[in-house]
């Protein structure tokens, strides 16, 4: 008796043509737009930087060395080539900290998002679908979050909590959140009454998979997008509390920390708060354009003809 393969299912190779079609088409839109394009390659470059940051970084983040306030040999004759972008007001290599900072943010921004993404969906899905007045009381709490400043709400709960990285990035993620929680709501509140959600319900699909299997996949497109945008309103906000000494402590290598420790040396080591603000800098901007790429690929209204 001979072996034989099972056939493949039609309607499982069928979804995987499908999705392969759409990652397609999405990248032939995405990358018209050549902004997009250099800041997804940047944040990949940054990416790759924070996971070999232990091999790419020429010392460790909190070694010493008797050299303090050492100007990049680049900007003036003399330097130290051993440390390339010069060194802090402690004696750390610049460069070293910068690359080590950059796991810093990252891990900030997928940790925020996820919390965010994760607890807003679910919420959102819940307040859309059911309605009424477990609807209008959770709409309320959202409004009541959104009235305040976002770095003030974020400085509030820090407070309460203790300043630490960790409770930093769960104050920034609760601030986050009312966002996720609208914006899935009303994406909800816009495909339950469509024709295949009613006859789902006339085929007697249980509540829960009516509302994850079904409704949530054609509410995801906005919601990726809210996501690569916030993911650098997350950086720049624990860069903010950083700063503000109320987010990583020190000798925590993150780029707000590094900010907040260079402020009384800004006139006679410039290099010491330029550095990390332009890294700030870069990597947002760099999020920023690729996630208005991720926008206009997914929109069918402004994509270009």
């Not at 930093?168 to 469509?194: C, D, F, N, W």
Request: proline share 6%; net charge neutral.
């Amino acid at each position: 008796m001979t072996d034989t393969l099972a056939p493949i299912p039609e309607d499982l190779d069928n979804r995987k043509t499908t999705r392969l079609a759409l990652l397609i088409e999405f990248w032939k839109y995405f990358k018209e737009n050549k902004g997009a394009v250099a800041g997804m390659w940047f944040f990949l470059f940054i990416c790759l930087i924070a996971i070999f940051a232990d091999v790419v970084a020429p010392h460790t983040a909190v070694e010493q060395f008797r050299d303090a306030l050492l100007v990049p040999p680049v900007w003036q004759e003399g330097g130290s080539w051993k440390f390339i972008l010069g060194t802090d007001p402690v004696g750390r290599d610049m460069l070293s900290r910068l690359i080590y900072g950059s796991r810093y943010s990252l891990f900030v921004g997928c940790i925020v998002v996820s919390l965010a993404l994760s607890v807003g969906i679910i919420v959102g899905l819940i307040s859309g679908f059911v309605g009424g007045i477990l609807d209008t009381l959770i709409m309320r709490i959202m409004d009541v979050i959104l009235s305040f400043p976002a770095i003030l709400l974020a400085l509030a709960l820090v407070a309460i909590l203790g300043p630490s990285l960790v409770n930093a990035m769960i104050a920034i993620a609760i601030v986050q959140q009312p966002h996720y929680v609208r914006l899935t709501r009303a994406a909800v509140m816009g495909e339950r009454s469509k024709d295949y959600v009613t006859a789902a319900r006339v085929a007697g699909v249980k509540t829960p998979r009516l509302m994850f299997n079904t409704i949530l996949p054609n509410c995801l497109a906005p919601l990726i997008v809210q996501g690569a945008l916030s993911f650098s309103t997350a950086i720049l906000d624990a860069a903010a509390l950083g700063f503000l000494g109320m987010g990583a402590q020190p000798p925590t290598p993150e780029w707000g920390t590094m900010l907040a420790e260079a402020r009384e040396f800004i006139l006679r080591a410039w290099w010491v708060v330029t550095l990390p603000g332009i890294a700030i800098l870069l990597t947002v901007l760099a999020i920023n354009l690729m996630g208005d790429g991720i926008r206009d690929a997914l929109d069918p209204k402004l994509r270009r003809s």
